[in-house]
């Protein structure tokens, strides 16, 4: 856990707010790079991030704050998001309203770009959760494993230890607890491999998109559940879960969807029989 990676003037660089540069950097270059493939020009994707980023922004802390509004001390808390406490459902949710405040103003190829933009939400979120390990934010539960991690005083988890009685407050650092964040952040780089190769195999625009909606949230559940940050809504299920949920049966059902027009109708078969002149 590293949450200031350097101090210059005064001025600290918290390592949150690099690694969500880092994010949306690689996300940017990465569709920049793509676009052109799917004919799409890249100043839509210039223009575009614009809006999802935005956008992304604001869901993630909007999200945050319903599911921890302890956090929020004071109104200036509302809008630290550079200082960590976002959702990255929130972000997602926030950039697809920015995503479509953009297509109504200037319509583009939306599946294409669907497309060209799903493997970058998985680099996006690669990065993203380094940031969370190196925050301390999002962490793991009570673990004996020997890759568990024990973060400083002041972070997190260890607060919640101290709460909780199970350290004294002169402790320097907390109990082991599962590396869930660096599980989540490996898990969405072998996403972004799986997207990666299904790419040239898709039969329809739109089906790297469904893919990633379908995948992100059975990779997500595992996580979830390792996680001991968020108590619950009921029964240990915490909002991103139902999220996942809606989500997953979102994608199978744009996934079945465009299986579906991948058939021909009776009107476009080809007709058998010799043509007469």
Known sequence: MQPI???????????????????????LLFCVRRAPREGIHPDSVYELATWLFLGGVVGARALFVVVQPSAIRSPLDLVRFWDGGGVFYGCILGGLGGTLLYYRR?????????????????IGAFFGRLGCHFKGCCHGSLTSAPWGVRFPAGSHAWVEHVDLGLIPPEAARSLAVTPTQLYA???????????????????????????LMIAYPITRWPVELLRADDPGVFAGVTVSMLISLILCASGVALWLRLRRDERPSPSTKPDPRPAVA
Do not use: N, W
């Open 5 to 27: 990676l350097l101090e210059i003037l005064g001025l600290r660089v918290h390592a949150y707010g690099v690694f969500m540069a880092l994010a949306c950097t690689a996300a």
């Open 185 to 211: 952040a490996f898990s969405a780089l072998a996403l972004f491999a799986l997207l990666l190769a299904y790419y040239p195999r898709r039969r329809r625009p739109g089906q790297v998109m469904a893919m």
């Open 106 to 122: 200037k319509p583009f190829p939306f599946a294409r770009m669907a497309d060209v933009v799903a493997p970058a939400l998985a």
